[in-house]
């Protein structure tokens, strides 16, 4: 381990073999350093039928299969099932980041990265989404319990990955890597609300596809406020401009 920071990693008591959702690179590339660095086996799911437009989609996807790739990971591509998401979240499409939509959306994917874990010889499951600032380590934590609950055989590790410079590295990784910058958190609904937040600010609205860490300023972007949220700006923590999240 070359960064006295980054502590060994502990896994839960009788887990050996973890099962990783993965939003996006920008989050998931700490944690898969942190993982790798520490010895664990472990594969990275990707389920996030709730990212739109499909464009945006790919993007994200294919900078992670990059950067698994790179690092010799396996890289499971689950399906894009954005029907079957859009069902879930129903009635809910004006909720606020962190509301209730959130947790249905964090549900359907962590029960979907549960099921595949419990059929293919997981024992845990973890995930990239709680490294984000942005998001509530509470309410992902929950999710994530709740999924795995479903097997007797499955744990989910509640490892806060943001902790011991987890942060920070973060951005040094997506800098270094030139991550693709997603501008909000993933669905149709974050991708209204932040446009309109723009709007509000007299900014151009978000254009897909353009952005990319290392290659310009971040600054602007990781002071976003949570749409939605009573956070001032000024206590907004650094993080991956898109709150990451999917
Ligand atoms: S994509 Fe983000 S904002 Fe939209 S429901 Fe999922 S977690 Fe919430």
Redesign the pocket.
């Given at each position: 381990m070359t960064d006295p920071l980054r502590p060994s990693l502990a896994l839960p008591e009788g887990s050996s073999k973890v099962l990783m959702h993965s939003c996006c690179a920008p989050c998931s590339g700490e944690v898969m350093e942190a993982m790798l660095a520490s010895g664990i086996n472990y594969s990275i799911f990707f389920y996030n039928p709730?990212?739109h437009p499909v464009k945006e989609y790919e993007i994200r996807k294919n900078e992670n299969i990059r950067f698994a790739e790179a690092n010799g990971i396996e890289f499971i591509d689950a399906d894009y099932d954005v029907d079957n998401w859009f069902e879930r979240?129903k009635g809910l499409e004006n909720s606020p980041?962190r509301g209730e939509?959130?947790t249905?959306?964090?549900d359907m994917r962590f029960e979907r990265t549960a099921l595949y874990a419990h059929e293919h010889g997981f024992d845990t499951i973890t995930s990239s989404l709680g490294i984000s600032r942005w998001k509530d380590m509470n309410q992902i934590n929950g999710c994530g319990e709740r999924a795995a609950g479903r097997y007797d055989d499955l744990t989910y590790w509640t490892y806060n990955w943001r902790k011991h410079g987890g942060s920070a590295r973060m951005i040094e990784i997506s800098k270094r890597e030139e991550f693709y910058q997603q501008e909000y958190?993933?669905?149709v609904?974050?991708l209204r609300d932040t446009n309109r937040h723009r709007r509000s600010q007299g900014r151009e609205r978000i254009t897909l596809g353009v952005k990319f860490y290392g290659r310009d300023s971040v600054i602007e972007e990781i002071r976003r406020p949570v749409i939605g949220s009573t956070e001032p700006v000024e206590n907004s923590p650094a993080a991956p401009s898109k709150d990451s999240?999917?």
């Open positions: 709730n990212i979240v980041e939509r959130c249905k959306c964090f958190c993933g669905c609904y974050s999240g999917q």
